[in-house]
């Protein structure tokens, strides 16, 4: 009996030094893998009309290692009015993937980069089993590495005017927005602009206002394990050491991101910044009329700080 004892104690000091370390390591640790040089496996070009515009529709398969590969689809004008044009890389929520083209009316002189991202399972928002965290948390620490080796490409593009890449986040894009940013501070990957857009820091009471299908009383346990295993993509630990340009929008009466949380994205983002709250409630893709408002304001605040090629947007 002793034996056995000694053995569960040993295993809950070994739990409880392995939890504290996890803890206590830089969360860099386990999302800077920048891996170079990045290799395109697939790509596609589609010629199309959006809006009275003619587009080049260029699809990529990007991938970093065997296990690791992401998809992005660039928007560029057929009829370039100069060689180098600003470009936008657009990280949105995640169940829109390349289809966030849409919802932007007016592409203009401008590329437009949506990034899609490796997991878009309906457990964000119906509920997380206890057996998809560990492939979420998988797929979700790869994204600050995969978009920072993205914009490190955009740079060596021949049509890209790299003075002007912007990059923007809209709820679940938003989130991963500040680690994403800390990822290229720390590889001196240049981006002038960031747009976060219904985000907020916090992750354990996000997603706990998320889990709507999992019952109250097992909610509060799941989201801290769910929070625990991305905990390295955690807004609140990144934003601090950010610096640079940023507008942040969000809904006054948003429930998918409590009030608490987006007042602590407030706090904690540096100058300069720009704040706008709207008295609306989370960014969804039914809502078109939000939605449309939202890239208003965006492309307004792109605009003038001269990261864009201005867009007539009604």
Same mark, same amino acid.
């Given at each position: 009996?002793?034996?056995? +004892?000694?053995?569960?104690?040993?295993?809950?000091?070994?739990?409880?030094? &392995?939890?504290? +370390?996890?803890? %206590?390591?830089?969360?860099?640790?386990?999302?800077?893998?920048?891996?170079?040089?990045?290799?395109?496996?697939?790509?596609?070009?589609?010629?199309?009309?959006?809006?009275?515009?003619?587009?080049?529709?260029?699809?990529?398969?990007?991938?970093?290692?065997?296990?690791?590969?992401?998809?992005?689809?660039?928007?560029?004008?057929?009829? /370039?009015?100069?060689?180098?044009?600003? @470009?936008?890389?657009?990280?949105?929520? +995640?169940?829109?993937?390349?289809?966030?083209?849409? #919802?932007?009316?007016?592409?203009?002189?401008?590329?437009? @980069?949506? %990034?899609? #991202?490796? %997991?878009?399972?309906? #457990?964000?928002?119906?509920?997380?089993? +206890?057996?998809?965290?560990?492939?979420?948390?998988? &797929?979700?620490?790869?994204?600050?590495?995969?978009?920072?080796?993205?914009?490190?490409? =955009?740079?060596?593009? &021949?049509?890209?005017?790299?003075?002007?890449?912007?990059?923007?986040? #809209?709820?679940?894009?938003?989130?991963?927005?500040?680690?994403?940013?800390?990822?290229?501070?720390?590889?001196?990957?240049?981006?002038?602009?960031?747009?976060?857009?219904?985000?907020?820091?916090? =992750?354990?009471?996000?997603?706990?206002?998320?889990?709507?299908?999992?019952?109250?009383?097992?909610?509060?346990? @799941?989201?801290?394990?769910? &929070?625990?295993?991305?905990?390295?993509?955690?807004?609140?630990?990144?934003?601090?050491?950010?610096?640079?340009?940023?507008?942040?929008?969000?809904?006054?009466?948003?429930?998918?991101?409590?009030?608490?949380?987006?007042?602590?994205?407030?706090?904690?983002?540096?100058?300069?910044?720009?704040?706008?709250?709207?008295?609306?409630?989370?960014?969804?893709?039914?809502?078109? /009329?939000?939605?449309?408002?939202?890239?208003?304001?965006? %492309?307004?605040?792109? /605009?003038?700080?001269?990261?864009?090629?201005?867009?007539?947007?009604?």
């Amino acid at each position: 009996m002793k034996k056995w +004892l000694l053995i569960i104690i040993s295993l809950l000091l070994l739990f409880s030094f &392995s939890f504290f +370390l996890y803890l %206590y390591l830089n969360p860099l640790r386990f999302i800077d893998r920048l891996v170079r040089p990045l290799k395109i496996v697939r790509q596609s070009t589609a010629i199309l009309n959006w809006n009275n515009e003619t587009r080049q529709y260029l699809q990529i398969t990007f991938q970093r290692n065997k296990a690791d590969t992401f998809c992005v689809t660039i928007s560029r004008p057929v009829k /370039a009015t100069s060689p180098r044009l600003p @470009v936008i890389v657009l990280l949105g929520g +995640l169940e829109i993937g390349r289809r966030s083209l849409n #919802y932007i009316p007016t592409h203009g002189q401008n590329i437009i @980069v949506a %990034y899609e #991202y490796p %997991y878009r399972p309906k #457990y964000w928002y119906d509920g997380t089993p +206890l057996q998809q965290i560990p492939l979420i948390r998988q &797929s979700v620490l790869v994204v600050p590495g995969q978009v920072s080796q993205l914009v490190d490409w =955009l740079h060596q593009q &021949s049509w890209a005017d790299t003075n002007r890449i912007s990059l923007l986040g #809209y709820s679940f894009g938003a989130l991963a927005v500040p680690s994403v940013l800390r990822i290229m501070q720390l590889h001196q990957i240049k981006i002038d602009g960031a747009i976060m857009a219904y985000g907020g820091a916090n =992750l354990c009471q996000i997603l706990k206002a998320n889990l709507k299908t999992i019952p109250s009383y097992f909610r509060p346990i @799941v989201a801290g394990l769910a &929070s625990l295993a991305i905990r390295p993509v955690e807004p609140a630990l990144h934003l601090p050491h950010l610096k640079g340009k940023f507008l942040l929008i969000n809904g006054q009466f948003d429930h998918q991101i409590p009030a608490p949380c987006w007042r602590t994205l407030h706090q904690l983002t540096p100058q300069s910044k720009k704040i706008i709250l709207l008295k609306e409630g989370h960014l969804h893709p039914r809502k078109k /009329a939000l939605i449309q408002k939202v890239i208003t304001l965006s %492309y307004k605040w792109l /605009a003038q700080n001269k990261l864009i090629h201005e867009l007539k947007l009604e």
